[in-house]
């Protein structure tokens, strides 16, 4: 939605679900490596997580359509003086939350119902992304330059974040595959807010030049710090625990003698 | 062929067929967790399956050559006074239900002649849909821009099913790969219809204008859409084969009881 | 090269090596599952196979870079008044043997010594391919569009011939995969003869107009036929090789009654 | 940066390190055939090995980001007269020299710390010619034709060598998989020379015509004999190496004697 917050929420949004994911991703790695000192390492626990996960998910998503429907456009459920285009784009939104909230109901059924494959998580997942992508391939038809190589690469993050989660539906565990597409979506939540700042400087700031071809590369070039950032992220995380995972074997070295 | 039923029938066809593969897969899912209690669990039942669809496909590609022959173009075989262009369409559809066909002969065959491998059905089944996705994208040369997005969606559509089917050619079973395959089947049986209402709309509505973004936007929108009730569709499919299956077990239960 | 025996000889060259490849597989297939019958059974004469055709490609290439220098372009090795354009054609061919001369020097290595996995051989045959699709890429810059469009249908199939050579280097054996390959191959070989049909219609046809969108069309048609009969060739190589295994089997019990 | 030492340093690079990772492919390739007769088999030593690699990475990184400063723009870290455009290339390099040591330091915590994955390299590896693919393809806004082509052709290596490493990320180890990688990392330390020649010709030679498409075709041709170079390379690293092994192990049965 064309202002600031509306760029800055999702943002915000994406770069929690995906400290989130990478936080999962470790635990069960630690607690599967060290089965019998690991204090929450029965599978009931990640299955409640899970499900809470779901919950949250399906949440965030319905917060997202009712605020689309009273907030972004006016006060009222059904706007009368619209533009089309305008519509469309409110539309477009509220089928990203639409396919959102398909990942949290499949989390929940997950972890509900026995004889569902847990792997229809991590394909609801890839589908979600793939639709981002398609949605935001669809999005941007007739703007300028700079607004569309920003959502181009929106394009590109959530397709390869799609693409990995679809790696994983088809292998077996794999830790670094978990990891790296969390950071993706760090990456994500990240540009999101880069795209909010270039395209509504907030606080009277002078605005980008959308028709500068320097810009596109300079742009480029940020793209790569956040995602270095989102690793240096996902680095930090990997040592706290791992730290605290060294601690708490100790402290039951201790307890032990 | 350039008018509304031509459109309406594949629709019909593939949501068809979609809806088929997808209750097969359930079905065999199901019979495979539950072998002792499955009244249809016979490997038999299935290859006699296989070998009614492979007689349903390719009666229905005949009939798709010959109708094609006589009613599209005019009542008599050879057509004398037609366009180049209307014969290259005719061509390329007379391609299309030939590759279908193929599909249909392999059904046949791995169903009666043990020495051949199953997964030649899989193999055959990405060949036509890729097939299918390389004569749409050649299909619409020099038309309005609204017509290339339609057919281009069509080309995404077969061929993600194509690529969902070759990747179940090269790996073992996956229930979920092939409701997944399921599901790009109905959306390209409902997008047919789609088309078919956007092109040629019926009964004297208002056309679309075909030179406007907007229009792109908001069929992508409608694309997701379909794409989420396939999803609900195969999400009713699932819970009534999985409630059925639940009371038969009970019956079952109360029987030996 | 540009004339009709400089596109046919190619296609001769790419159909009988497709045809061959397909033979092989098959018998390889057949021999397999019939170990006890099978009357070649034993892995040195698949050995003694692979180095002939090892022989056979390094021939060609040869025969194909010695013919490139004295026949295409004139009678001496070195052209003195050859349009710079001509002489990087005949380079870009000349690469185009090197590569595939490597694939027979590859098919020779893997037969004579035993310490090279024999998966270099697919290697090297994606690569071949891949080559091959690069250099056409980069072969068609300013021509007209219908030169264009069949040159790029060249680059698509030996793209999807070295994909597929590709998977079968990363997987394990799959005759289908196998047969796939060749029928690309297949494709190819008579692809080129059409090639040559368009481009230098031979006898004095009319030629086709290069520059109208129709021909496009129909062309992706003629594309789609050619594969159905790859199709329809290999089908029969298969029907023949089992039909003969089967009298062969049915001798076998003759005797040993 | 734009000079010629500035494309032959990171060629020559590019060119030792795929000379060492050939040569360390090759020799755990044959350790880990002749067990017993290998003298330097232990796991240990390969270990050590990567320890060096990792400090040797990240020494030449930070050279490079250190150069880049001082001696590519002016002898000032902050250049006072700098047009935006230079800026912009600077940071790319800066960022192109980060990821590589990212991928340094993966080595290093993979070869000291042992609760890491060791596909941890592979996928730092893939990563960072990811990042070096998504730079040069966002480099060469508004250049000339063969500019921009000879930068299409580095994006098309690199992206190669990145998917290489996912693949063998995802795979076991496979020989002639990390031999294909190291050959395209030998293309691309060439193929950085062959860019140097042609944007800025050393030594006064006369200049190349930068927007001539026969240039374009033949320097399509010279990239396939660079990569016919980088097969002939490893193909004499592979037979010193057989030549040694071979050796070792008569000198070894003589001693034995």
Do not use: C
């Given at each position: 939605i064309g202002d600031f917050p509306g760029h800055a929420?999702?943002?915000?949004?994406?770069f929690v679900i995906g400290l989130w994911w990478s936080t999962k991703s470790i635990l069960k790695y630690v607690c599967k490596k060290h089965k019998q000192t690991c204090y929450l390492g029965s599978k009931a626990l990640f299955q409640r997580l899970e499900f809470l996960e779901g919950i949250a998910v399906v949440t965030m998503t319905l917060i997202g359509i009712i605020g689309l429907q009273f907030f972004a456009g006016?006060?009222?459920l059904i706007i009368h003086n619209e533009s089309p285009w305008k519509r469309v784009l409110r539309l477009q939104h509220l089928t990203l939350y639409f396919f959102f909230g398909l990942l949290g109901v499949a989390s929940i059924l997950c972890s509900t119902v026995s004889s569902i494959p847990v792997s229809l998580i991590k394909l609801m997942m890839s589908n979600a992304f793939f639709v981002e992508s398609f949605i935001f391939y669809n999005h941007t038809h007739g703007r300028e330059m700079l607004d569309i190589f920003v959502h181009q690469l929106l394009v590109l993050v959530s397709f390869l974040t799609g693409l990995m989660?679809?790696?994983?539906?088809?292998?077996?565990?794999?830790?670094?595959?978990?990891?790296?597409?969390?950071?993706f979506v760090l990456l994500q939540g990240s540009w999101f807010w880069q795209i909010g700042f270039v395209l509504f400087p907030p606080g009277g700031r002078t605005a980008w030049d959308l028709l500068d071809h320097d810009n596109i590369m300079l742009l480029s070039v940020g793209f790569c710090w956040l995602y270095a950032l989102a690793f240096i992220v996902i680095g930090v995380l990997v040592r706290t625990k791992l730290e605290r995972e060294r601690e708490t074997i100790e402290m039951q070295y201790n307890k032990w003698k």
């Open positions: 929420l999702p943002g915000v949004f994406f006016g006060p009222h989660a679809f790696i994983e539906f088809l292998t077996q565990k794999n830790i670094l595959l978990e990891l790296l597409r969390s950071s």
